[in-house]
Structure formats: structure tokens, C-alpha cells
């Protein structure tokens, strides 16, 4: 019996875990249909990643891109919000353990996505910056920006250069759009608002494993995002990997870059409560499902998004972790459901809509299909796709204008430390 106080309903209950893309668009489906959706996340608020990178580097401030969970479901009665941590599935008693007590459900869906996924090397976990959560966003902005007071407070060069240095691991989007963002402040902000520090010492590093970067895209795009992060002055490193950090020294092979800044968007891996051992987990810790997202081992238990794993013959290592696929997932799952009986629900088809990433507040990179775009019309797309994408007009228009600002301007407003960040054994 659920200790949550959840009304009283006349349809079946489908608790739902994460508000994240998967979530809010499966939820959404489900407005005011013969279902009580009892949505649960432990923020109150759906996050839009994509743009993490630009609260990281002060472009935005955290609350142009998270929106409220109750506001966008205001007078929507049939979903229940509860912000709640989910610890545990007890699948045979059909409840959930929250850090605000159990809720049982009919239904259960897990859209609770991906976190950092450090493989295991447990001294990078501990000193270096995860970039998953808005918070993590945050603290990231806050530590360069400490660090590079404190770089200005000192005359010890060896001690500069290490605050100075921004160490970005993994050549994927975010590591991508991270560079180009911080290089550009470099390059139209830090002499100006840091002319007690020699601009020489401010560094960006890329450190990528693989051979290219961008390597989910096509070789023009890896190509053009390499040219365009060393023209801005990016330190790249390709083949390349991290093999330990003391929170004041990178290693890389025999190699060493001393910072203080280490921000890891290298991997992800799959997250979700203990109590699924029947679920078989595949790559990337995901819970493989059928191909209508049922998890497999459990009849009513069912993943969307990132944490989830179906294999088909167009997508043999499953579908890419990315939003348009969590959408995707959510809105057929719900489609489904809506439909009934089981024997009449249809098999998910991906439509890739392709991929997309900024380098640098002008260009971008775009793959559609063979089709390929880059430099402003790139990032034209990007931002249009962008705008489009972020829940709300007002929303929309805010982040919009403040585009438009900083297009013309290159000024980062938003370079402020509103929450101190200490880190772990660095002093
Ligand atoms: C920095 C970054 C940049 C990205 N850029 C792009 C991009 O440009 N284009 C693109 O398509 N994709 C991009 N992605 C990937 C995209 O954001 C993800 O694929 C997408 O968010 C997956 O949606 P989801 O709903 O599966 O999970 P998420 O959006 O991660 O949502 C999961 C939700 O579950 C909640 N949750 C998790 N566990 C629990 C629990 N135990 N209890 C309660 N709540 C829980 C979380 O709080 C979260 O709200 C990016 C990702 C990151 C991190």
C-alpha cells in the first residue's frame, strides 16, 4: 500500500520515473486520457541538456533551460507530480521505495536516463567534474570562475597555469561545444575582465581516446569541428587517453597537464532503482526491451530513453542516446497504451532526424542523412532546431534574445559565482 498520498483514481495507475525528455513526452501523450500518471523525479524540474554547456561557460543562467514539471502539467489532473528520489522496485508487491515513502503502481515506466559514467577510475570520479545534471553545470561555471580568481591572487606561475588550464574529456558533442565556448571567452572576454592574469596561461584542452572527434558523425563534420577548435586555439589531443587525476595533474600516458579543471563528458551509463534482477542489462548498463519497450523479464515494466536498450535490425546496437530518441520512445509507448490490448500495439520504428553540433557561438556542424552543413548555416539549423525544441514561447523568446545579445556582443553576462563549489581535497 502506498504511504505517498496520491488522489484517488478510477483508471489504472502508471507511475512514471524521470521527467527528463523520455518522461515529459510520454506524460504528455497521456494528458487527460483514462490514465492517473503519477510522475516522479527527484528535481521539480525537466532539464534540456543540450545546453548545459552554455550555463557551464555563463552564456545562460540555469533557469532559461529547466521548466517546471507542475507548471507544464498546471490543470492537468490525471498526472501526479511527486519529487521524490526512487530507491528500489519491489516488483512482486508492485511498489516503489522513495526517499518520501512507497507508491504502488499498475504500470510502472522507467524513463530515468543516463549519469557519468567514469569506467571504473575511481580518482577521476572523485576530483573531476561530471556534466549531467544542471547542478553539475553550475558547479562547473563556479570552480573555473574560483579558480581563475585565485589564479589572479597569486604570483606563483606553476600554480597559475594549473587554474588556468580547463582539461575538457571526451570529443563527443559536449566536449565539442564546451571547447569552442570556452575558447571563445577566452578569446572576446578574458583580456578585458581579466587583465591581471596573462592571457597566454588560459589553455583548453581536448582529450579524446578515439581517433576523431565528433565520432558519432560524418568525417566532413569531424574534420570541420577539428579545424575549427585549433583555429580557436583548442588544445586537441586525439588518441588519447586519461588514465588518472590527482585533482592537480592529468595523466596521460607520459604526458601530464597540470590543472585544476577537469570536465569529464567522456561516457554515460544507464541508471535506474535496485530490484530489477530479472532484467537483462546490455551495453552501456541499459535494460534491454522489446520492441515495444516492455523490459524484458517483467510484464509491466517498461523503459523509454536512454536507459533503455532495443536492439532492431536497422539499429543493431540500439538506438542512439540522444533526445529525439527519448522522444520518440515516450510519445510511442504512450500511443500504445492508449490503444489497449496489447496484440494490437504497434513495433517502435526510430526516425533519425540526424545530429548537430555547435562549435563556437557562429558555426556548427549538421549530418542529415548524406546531407551535411556547417560554418553559420550549420548553426543557423542548430539554433533553430535549438529554439524549437525548448519547452514554451516564453522560454523560448528568452533564450532566444539573449542569442541574439551575446551574437552581436560576445559578452558572457552570466559570469557570476552565485553558489561557491568547493572541491574535494583541494584546497
Ligand atoms: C551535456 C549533454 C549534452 C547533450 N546534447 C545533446 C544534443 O545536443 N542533442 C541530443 O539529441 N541529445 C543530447 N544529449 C543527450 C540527451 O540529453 C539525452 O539523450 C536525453 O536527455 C535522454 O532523455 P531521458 O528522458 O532518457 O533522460 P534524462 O533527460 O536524463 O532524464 C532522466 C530523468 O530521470 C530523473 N531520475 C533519474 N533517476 C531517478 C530516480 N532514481 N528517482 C527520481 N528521478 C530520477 C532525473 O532527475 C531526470 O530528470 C546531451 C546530453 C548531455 C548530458
Excluded at 183 to 194: C, I, L, M, P, V
Amino acid at each position: 500500500m502506498s504511504d505517498v498520498y496520491i488522489p484517488p483514481s478510477e483508471h489504472p495507475r502508471i507511475v512514471l520515473i524521470g521527467a527528463g525528455f523520455a518522461g515529459l513526452y510520454f506524460a504528455k501523450k497521456l494528458r487527460n486520457k483514462p490514465f492517473q500518471v503519477v510522475l516522479i523525479d527527484k528535481n521539480n524540474f525537466h532539464q534540456f541538456q543540450p545546453l548545459f554547456y552554455q550555463v557551464a561557460t555563463s552564456g545562460l543562467e540555469p533557469d532559461a533551460i529547466t521548466f517546471s514539471v507542475r507548471k507544464i502539467f498546471r490543470n492537468c489532473t490525471n498526472v501526479i507530480f511527486r519529487m521524490a528520489d526512487v530507491q528500489r522496485i519491489d516488483t512482486e508487491g508492485q511498489t516503489l521505495e522513495t526517499d518520501i515513502g512507497t507508491i504502488d503502481y499498475d504500470y510502472l515506466v522507467l524513463a530515468t536516463g543516463a549519469t557519468n559514467n567514469f569506467y571504473g577510475m575511481d580518482d577521476v570520479e572523485a576530483h573531476s567534474m561530471g556534466f549531467k545534471s544542471i547542478q553539475e553545470s553550475l558547479d562547473i561555471r563556479s570552480l573555473v570562475l574560483q579558480n581563475l580568481e585565485k589564479a589572479a591572487n597569486t604570483s606563483d606561475l606553476a600554480k597559475k597555469e594549473r587554474l588556468t588550464n580547463i582539461v575538457i574529456v571526451g570529443g563527443g558533442p559536449a566536449g565539442v561545444e564546451m571547447a569552442g565556448a570556452f575558447a571563445e571567452f577566452h578569446k572576446f572576454n578574458f583580456r578585458g575582465d581579466y587583465h591581471d592574469i596573462d592571457p597566454g596561461l588560459f589553455k583548453v584542452f581536448l582529450i579524446e581516446a578515439g581517433p576523431s572527434l565528433l565520432p558519432a558523425m560524418s568525417k566532413k563534420s569531424s574534420k570541420s569541428a577539428l579545424n575549427v577548435l585549433e583555429r580557436l586555439g583548442v588544445h586537441v589531443h586525439l588518441n588519447t587517453a586519461v588514465e588518472g587525476y590527482d585533482g592537480q595533474e592529468v595523466r596521460l600516458g607520459d604526458t601530464r597537464i597540470a590543472s585544476e579543471s577537469l570536465i569529464w563528458t567522456a561516457g554515460i551509463k544507464a541508471q535506474y532503482p535496485f530490484g530489477l534482477e530479472r532484467a537483462a542489462v546490455a551495453r552501456g548498463h541499459r535494460l534491454t526491451t522489446d520492441q515495444f519497450n516492455k523490459v524484458q523479464g517483467y510484464t509491466n515494466i517498461y523503459a523509454i530513453g536512454d536507459v533503455a536498450y532495443m536492439e532492431t535490425q536497422a539499429w543493431p546496437d540500439g538506438h542512439p542516446q540522444v533526445a529525439p530518441a527519448a522522444i520518440q520512445h515516450g510519445e510511442h509507448l504512450a500511443k500504445n497504451l492508449l490503444i489497449g490490448d496489447p496484440a494490437r500495439w504497434k513495433p517502435f520504428k526510430y526516425f533519425d532526424k540526424g545530429a548537430l553540433a555547435t562549435i563556437g557561438k557562429k558555426r556548427a556542424v549538421m549530418d542529415v542523412g548524406k546531407a551535411h552543413a556547417k560554418g553559420f548555416i550549420g548553426w543557423f539549423i542548430w539554433a533553430t532546431v535549438h529554439l524549437f525544441s525548448i519547452s514554451g514561447f516564453k522560454n523560448r523568446l528568452r533564450v532566444g534574445v539573449n542569442w541574439i545579445n551575446s551574437y552581436f556582443s560576445y559578452d558572457k553576462r552570466n559570469r557570476l559565482i552565485i553558489r561557491k563549489y568547493e572541491k574535494e581535497g583541494v584546497k
